[in-house]
């Protein structure tokens, strides 16, 4: 069954102004953002939307509740790859892909206002 996986960037439009801005996570302040450079490195695209069942062990120690995550706490429950294995039954997925993944979020934790959402 298929699992998706999407990276998506939330902003807020500032009514003053009309400036896209993020809210910084630690500081909870606003960060005003060029768009621009919130495009994501070719080599990180295709994780926006992903899919497949390994995902679930990605966020199998989350509150169920939850289907969208920033990346930075993401990364705080990052299983290891001796996880993910236990969980999967194939070799579409390998720790390649895993650590692909894990600098993928690591490069979208540096800029605010990005969040992975996920299907269930």
């Excluded at 979208?108 to 959402?117: F, I, R, T, V």
Aim: proline content about 4%; glycine content about 4%.
């Amino acid at each position: 069954m298929g699992f998706d996986m999407t990276i998506k960037l939330h902003f807020d439009i500032c009514s003053s102004t009309g400036k896209p801005y993020v809210w910084r996570r630690h500081t909870l302040t606003k960060q005003y953002i060029d768009i621009n450079t919130y495009t994501i490195p070719e080599r990180f695209r295709k994780w926006c939307q992903a899919r497949g069942s390994h995902f679930h062990a990605y966020i199998a120690s989350f509150d169920t509740t939850n289907d969208t995550m920033d990346p930075e706490s993401f990364l705080h429950f990052f299983p290891s790859w001796t996880t993910v294995q236990s969980f999967i039954d194939n070799s579409i997925w390998t720790e390649d892909d895993h650590n692909e993944f894990k600098a993928a979020l690591e490069y979208l934790a540096d800029k605010p206002g990005y969040m992975l959402a996920w299907s269930y």
